[in-house]
Nanobody
Framework: QVQLVESGGGLVQPGGSLRLSCTAS????????MSWYRQFRGKERELVAQ????????QVAESVKGRFRISRNNAKNTVYLQMNELDPEDTAVYYC???????WGQGTQVTVSS
């Protein structure tokens, strides 16, 4: 079964950190550029971070620059999103996606609240 499974979301206080993981099964991630998107309630999904199939670090959106970092471990078939200095405005459902494919994760909720 081909799927992307995210984990690591949850409730965190402002200023806190979370690390999201996205692990593929049924296919290998190493040939894909991988991305993290997020979706605020009632809004369209927006791109948060992206990494090429050969890099170990990627690019992040301006809104999260300096706080978020995308990385990957092809040997573990996993992509990560390290999120630091979280703000309530980061509250959203976060999805991973294999670019150029129809593969999306199921989404993981991140809630930043005191």
């Amino acid at each position: 079964q081909v799927q992307l499974v995210e984990s690591g979301g949850g409730l965190v206080q402002p200023g806190g950190s979370l690390r999201l993981s996205c692990t593929a099964s049924g296919f290998t991630l190493r040939t894909y550029w991988m991305s993290w998107y997020r979706q605020f309630r009632g809004k369209e999904r927006e791109l948060v971070a992206q990494i090429s199939n050969v890099d170990t670090d990627g690019q992040v959106a301006e809104s999260v620059k300096g706080r978020f970092r995308i990385s990957r471990n092809n040997a573990k078939n996993t992509v990560y999103l390290q999120m630091n200095e979280l703000d309530p405005e980061d509250t959203a459902v976060y999805y991973c996606h294999a670019e150029g494919s129809t593969y999306w994760g199921q989404g993981t909720q991140v809630t930043v609240s005191s």
